[in-house]
C-alpha cells in the first residue's frame, strides 16, 4: 500500500508543476495550454483513485500518466511538441520528470507486487494466458 503512496505523491507532484507551468507560461498557448490542464485535472483524479480506490485500475492510469507524461516532455525537449520546445536543464522539467520516473516505477512495482503475473491466479492466468501453449 505505500507504493500506491509514493506513486500518488509523484502523480500530485507532476500536476503541480504543470499547474505552476500553465499558470506561469502556458496558459494563453492553444493546444499545450489545454492539455497542461487536462495533466493537472488527470494528476489529481488519479492520486485520489491511487489511495481510496484498491484496483488494479489507477495503478495502471498512474504508469500511464508517469510514462505518456515524461514521453511527451522529450518529444518537447528534442523535436518539438505542438510549437512548443522545451529546455532539458529547468527546475520545473527536472522536478516533473523525477516525478514523472517515480510515479511509472512505483505504480509499476506495486502493480505486479498486488496483481503478480505469474501468481497463481495472478494476472496470466486472468487473462487466459498462463496455459498458452508457446511454440
Known amino acids: ?17 504543470h ?9 494563453g498557448v492553444s493546444v499545450i ?14 492520486a485520489v483513485l491511487l489511495v481510496t480506490w484498491r484496483r488494479w485500475v489507477p495503478l495502471f492510469l ?10 511527451a516532455f522529450v518529444i518537447a525537449a528534442t523535436v518539438g511538441l505542438f510549437g512548443v520546445h522545451e529546455i532539458w536543464v529547468s527546475t520545473t522539467g527536472i522536478t516533473a520528470g ?21 501468481a497463481e491466479g495472478g494476472l496470466a492466468e486472468r487473462l487466459h494466458l498462463r496455459h498458452a501453449a508457446v511454440h
Open 19 to 27: 499547474l505552476k507551468v500553465w499558470i506561469d507560461a502556458y496558459h
Open 62 to 71: 498512474a504508469a500511464g500518466f508517469g510514462g505518456t507524461t515524461l514521453l
Open 98 to 118: 523525477v516525478a514523472e520516473i517515480v510515479a511509472l516505477v512505483a505504480s509499476l512495482w506495486e502493480l505486479q507486487h498486488e496483481y503478480p503475473w505469474r
Open 33 to 46: 495550454g489545454p492539455l497542461f490542464l487536462l495533466n493537472v485535472v488527470a494528476g489529481v483524479v488519479i
Open 1 to 17: 500500500m505505500w507504493m500506491r503512496m509514493v506513486a500518488a505523491a509523484a502523480v500530485l507532484v507532476s500536476a503541480a508543476v
